[in-house]
């Protein structure tokens, strides 16, 4: 008898998938690849299972099954023999993946021995023959082995499918039993919870109505008959979640069984968007959930709209640690996610009359159907109160005896990868009053004091970035830090206790990474926990803290960060007296190293002498890290020799550059649905949504007159959207023949919308100026400009008070028509970004050479096909050498032209005496200047700032003027080409795959936090 002999894991996918269950054996195509997905249609379940191998990671198995083939029967058919440990619904799925496979079972014996049990199939293939093939034979080998062996690695996790989030849709898997393993009552009782729930929830249209229309009963508690698209939205997200619940619970079994290296990412900003597109098409079951809305009457995109945005972060660094969370997941990484769960945001930005005013956003109004209050996670956070000195096992010991204490509770929200079982989980903390506390002042009739206590607490996590410009702000922006800092070492050193003993382990298991400065206390808090918690020695813990963080650094200016040593004194006196022998300790080392250089040892100084005394957090987190980012080349190389010249020649071996990069699944896939289809289209494939260096096959369309067409079909649509926007929001009618130039950024001077708003000015001026045959040869021009100022920046909110009047004036002038429009968009968020990328012809990053340290914009709309014109500042260096200098527009002062041309200028004028300012920039400043959009005295020092006195004009938008409106007549000029605008347009698309998050993820992974994929087996 010939015999195979198969044993487990050793399963290596290859690609069968059949939704078919009549499909032939014969007809499916084998290929030498490892098998990747198996679909098995299963009646009995009551539903298609899908099994699907895991990706390389094996599941221990106390005795591995046996699968052997034996063709020595005198009869017609093959005999499979399987050895296996027995569990719930193994029959089933046997049975179905010869279904699957196309093969006739014509009869089967099974005998038992004791827990395990020997079973033989007769099969034939679809005529009815033997199967004598050895390479067929190995196939049907593997996909039973996979089928066998998924349920006997003991472990609760389910299995299902690691390939395309298609095939995940349209499968639903049953459970892996493994948790049966124990006796007596608690196997039984295990074994009636399995069955009560023994597969996942199903993709298909139907069981998606019959779960909405369940959560519109149940959850939104609104009679099925009668709803809404408001509470649509809520049963959809609902459905959605409960489908993404499945996905974590499986995730973080396995990695709590696998035991990983985890990466615990630490912002104080996520600035998630909306998160129905962006789960569906991660799920795989976008157009399940579409035709299933639309069989109940609900149109998709109406009910996506019903979704508010979250508002837990303000600007690119928000929706970076967004966009790499996304990319954590897609690529299988054991992270975690923590920060803050803000009660109110940022602000609402509400636009009265031209001015900004702030309102409070209250985004959680109407609850957050994705995240999952964790009340039994909660976590005491101590701040004030005294350190005392105590004796302990014969050692001096200090204490922290609080004055105040606060809980933070868990709210969790699953972040799905795309195309992997993978979902992770962010992680954000509330803060409430100390449950023990608020007793007390009930047991004491304090009611009032306990209200009181009870608004306090929440107040540190009501506001993202509270006012600090008073002792009362500063205080609250600190305990905000410490707060988040507290909750989330408490919770990280809680599971790693869990697994382990000797601390020694933590830099193998946990790496800790600061997003910017505002995490650094973490470096304070663990010493605390390591010497006064657990009573490690000072120098093992200073040890181990040193190997567990990275930090990657968001500032272009030396002077960050800084927090007053009596306001720590005050609030965290045990961190501080931590804080001072660090630095102490570095001082000491230090001055064996370069000597009693005093002036050098103050600017290295973790602590800040003079008048106020500060602790600097950047050189805190630099001294402590293992690891410091960059993020950008430009950056990387202005912290070597400006920002941290002094640190970089002390430790140069810590600097690396990890250059920023944006999903192309939030900002292509969700966003701009035409043109994912459209590439999806010319490249053959959908494999670009997670290797985004596949962009780059455009190219070879570049000349293709059908592509051409169809791209530019793609950006027209996507303007009337964007069109039907601004006249709802403004009321203005825009033309879709005009060139829609965009800049949409929060207002700063170094940003320089003003640079943008004077060159529309210019430009309505020039039209002014014009006879009527002119005009008719002139581009015209939407400018929109969107962005929020700071609550306290007059010069920022001035200017979006200037935009607002010059809109104002050119809008309403009939002789000038379309040929220039301007909108100002209010509350710019995430959702509106998704509306005005994928619309935009140009967009505008004009901040002063050497001020941005990287700038995702530039790369959300270069993914959208949208054209730059840019300073060469920030990662529009790098786009460059992607793209090319011929496929963007630039101009203004490089970086080591800036200081020069601000010294020259310096050097040109007495004091308070005018600048020497060119005649066409003159011009536009005297038409702000003598009212002729009105507001004459409030514009006067908006005016000022680029006109007189020493130092002024900082950010160069006297100098940098010229060459900006050549860059804008470029511009001009390349539009009226069409067929080189679209050319250029798709170049970038195709370049821009270098500024996926994917690819900044996986080289930190790589070579700062030294984690691994570890991807749930399906």
Partial sequence: MQTVLISFPLLTPFNISSSDPHTSFRQIPFSSTRFSSLSIPCATARRSCSVRASTGESAPSTIAPIISVDNNDPGDSTVIVIRAHNWIGLLQIITNVFKVLGLKIDRATVEFEGEFFTKRFFVTDSDGNKIEDSESLMRITRALEEAVGAGSNGIGVRTVPALASAAVSRGVVVRRPGFLEGLGEHRAKAERMYSLMDGFLKNDPISLQKDILHHVEYTVARSRFSFDDFEAYQALAHTVRDRLIERWHDTHIYFKRTKPKRLYFLSLEFLMGRSLSNSVINLGIEDQCAEALNQLGFEFEVVAEQEGDAALGNGGLARLSACQMDSLATLDYPAWGYGLRYEYGLFRQIIVDGFQHEKPDYWLNFGNPWEIERIHVTYEVKFYGTVEEVEMNGEKQKVWIPGETVEAVAYDNPIPGYGTRNTINLRLWAAKPSSKFDLEAYNTGDYINSVVNRQKAETISNVLYPDDRSHQGKELRLKQQYFFVSASLQDIMRRFKEEHTNFDELPEKVALHLNDTHPSLSIAEVMRMLVDEEHLGWHKAWDIVCKIFSFTTHTMVTD???????????????????????????MEELKKRIGLDYSRLALLSIVEEGAMKNIRMANLAIVCSHTVNGVSKLHLEKLKTKTFKEFYGLYPEKFQCKTNGVTQRRWIVVSNPGLRDLISKWLGTEAWIRDADLLSGLRDHLDNADFHLEWKMVKKVNKMRLAEYIEAMSGVKVSLDAMFDVQVKRIHEYKRQLLNIFGIIHRYNCLKNMDKDSRRKVVPRVCIIGGKAAPGYEIAKKIIKLCHAVAEKINNDTDIGDLLKVVFIPDYNVSVAELVIPG????????????????????????????????????????????????????????????????????????????????????????????????????????????????????????DFGSYLEAQAAADKAFVNQDKWTRMSILSVAGSGRFSSDRTIQDYAESTWKINPCRCPL
């Fill in 840 to 959: 935009a012809d140009l967009s505008q990053h004009l901040s002063t050479a050497g001020n941005e340290a990287s700038g995702t914009g530039n790369m959300k709309f270069l993914m959208n096909g949208c054209l730059l014109l840019a300073t060469a500042d920030g990662s529009t260096v790098e786009i460059i050498e992607e793209i090319g200098e011929d496929n963007l527009f630039l101009f203004g002062a490089k970086v080591h032209e800036v200081e020069k041309r601000r010294q020259k200028r310096l050097s040109n004028l007495a004091p308070l005496q005018p600048a020497k300012i060119p005649l066409h920039f003159a011009r536009v400043l005297r038409m702000v200047r003598d009212g002729y959009f009105g507001h004459k005295d409030y514009f006067k020092s908006l005016c000022e700032t680029v006109e007189f006195g020493f130092g002024n004009d900082y950010y160069l938008l006297t100098s």
């Fill in 560 to 586: 960050g960060e800084k927090i007053p040593v009596d306001l720590l004194e005050s609030l965290l006196p045990r961190h501080l007296e931590i804080l001072y022998e660090i630095n102490f300790n570095f």
